[in-house]
């Protein structure tokens, strides 16, 4: 989670909401890493996760990743969860919580969706708080309250 955070620092330097992400194979080596790009590549998908698990695939030329875990600092939305789940992924672990559009618990739970034809284990709150604390800040300095 840590390689992850220090995504969303490069993701908060070039102006983006700072999230990022990080895939990690089986044997625990670092696939891929990315972070969000949605301003910069003027692309709606091109959130942290997204990235990252274009390039993890990109990289072992196969769009599934069974076996693989992808740690991402902001619980995921909906888009990303339902390309984690297509990707197979077998575990999601994300730091901070997002009331407003986590789909891992918080606004709904949609890897607990028993009807989809994939299950990803899923957990959250690892580094919850530096994950919660980019973000605020992130925020706070865009609304120029920066304190």
């Known amino acids: 989670m840590e390689l992850a955070l220090e995504q969303a620092a490069l993701a908060a330097a070039q102006g983006e909401v700072p999230v990022g992400a990080v895939v ?3 044997a625990g080596q670092v696939m891929a ?3 969000n790009r949605t301003i910069t590549d003027h692309d ?4 942290a996760e997204v990235v990252a698990l274009r390039t993890a695939a990109l990289r072992v030329q196969n ?3 069974p ?3 992808l740690y991402v600092t902001l619980e995921p939305c ?7 789940m297509h990707a197979r992924l077998a575990r999601v672990v994300f730091g901070a919580p997002d009331p407003k559009t986590g789909v891992c618990g918080s606004v709904m739970d949609l890897p607990a969706q028993t009807q989809l034809n994939h299950q990803t284990t ?3 709150g690892l580094l919850a708080e530096p994950c919660g604390h980019i973000l605020r800040q992130f925020f706070k300095k865009r609304r120029g309250k920066e304190t």
């Not at 709606?44 to 959130?47: E, G, K, N």
Request: glycine share 16%; hydrophobic share 45%; proline share 4%.
């Open 67 to 69: 076996g693989y875990s």
């Open 122 to 124: 899923v957990a959250g």
């Open 44 to 47: 709606p998908t091109a959130h």
């Open 63 to 65: 769009y599934r990743l």
């Open 78 to 84: 909906a888009m990303c969860m339902g390309a984690m």
């Open 24 to 26: 990690i194979n089986a």
């Open 33 to 35: 890493t990315g972070f």
